[in-house]
């Protein structure tokens, strides 16, 4: 009887690694079947990614070397070109028959936005008067108003009293050097017509009727708003400037310097 139970027990063992054996069999099988159904890369799809990589990189590379070439050619014209358009715009805004006298521009920060205006201090040569505080004659004042389609490059001429006149500013001139007005209707604001509104006017310019305001163009009224705010900015700036030389806070200029030709005569008459 004993004899039967150990050899029913020994069957049972080799029944049993039997199953593990086959469940075994069944896992490997399993993992080959999930390989098998796994899609296998195809062959040289990395160097594939890598000639694109590098095809791109090299594109790239071309375009920039390019770009920095062609700016490298068009630099220099293009601030020629600026330069030029400023002079010619800063030779529009001031009083003809006058010997003019540029001194070196300065920055200066006006207004709530806190923004940053320059400004060319102009001596007349022709003058019959020097100012013993370095005030100058006048004042070219460049501002950059937000209009209708952008910034509008202005240049308004600003005209220095005596110090008997308490320094009182006036615009002489205005004009326009760029914008990106609607063609036809902002853009005629770069018309003498309007521009030529602003002469004689003082800080506080307005929009509408009064000795000191000028007329909006019609359906133009942005673009009209913005060239009265940069020209008021301007008056601000010429304003600040003029407080600033006079407190010691800004140098004024040196009224003795001058071009070649340039001349004092007794008295302080510049001929």
Not at 202 to 218: P, Q
Request: aromatic share 4%.
């Amino acid at each position: 009887m004993a004899a039967n139970n150990e050899v029913e027990r020994e069957i049972d063992e080799q029944l049993e690694n039997v199953e593990v054996e086959a469940v075994e069999v069944e896992v490997e099988v399993d993992e080959v079947e999930t390989e098998a159904t796994e899609p296998a890369a195809p062959k040289g799809s990395s160097k594939l990614i890598l000639r694109l990589t590098l095809s791109l990189l090299a594109i790239t590379s071309a375009v920039a070397l390019l770009l920095a070439g062609v700016n490298a050619v068009t630099a220099e014209p293009i601030a020629e070109y600026k330069a030029e358009k400023r002079a010619a715009a800063m030779a529009e805004v001031l009083p003809e028959n006058h010997f003019w006298n540029s001194f070196d521009p300065i920055e200066i920060t006006v207004g709530s936005s806190d923004s940053t205006v320059t400004i060319t201090p102009m001596h007349d040569a022709l003058s019959s008067y020097l100012s013993t505080e370095g005030i100058p004659h006048a004042v070219v004042i460049e501002t950059y108003p937000s209009g209708y389609g952008g910034a509008i490059s202005l240049m308004t001429c600003i005209s220095i009293g005596r110090p008997d006149q308490n320094h009182e500013l006036t615009v002489e001139a205005v004009r326009i050097v760029s914008h990106s007005e609607t063609s036809g209707i902002g853009s005629k604001t770069t018309d003498p017509s309007f521009l030529d509104q602003f002469s004689g006017k003082h800080a506080g310019i307005t929009i509408g009727s009064g000795e000191n305001s000028i007329d909006a163009i019609s359906g133009a009224s942005i673009s009209s708003k913005a060239v009265t705010a940069g020209v008021n900015e301007a008056l601000d700036a010429a304003q600040a400037y003029v407080t600033g030389v006079l407190n010691g806070e800004i140098e004024g200029v040196d009224m003795f310097a001058g071009p070649e030709g340039y001349t004092e005569t007794e008295g302080g008459d510049a001929r």
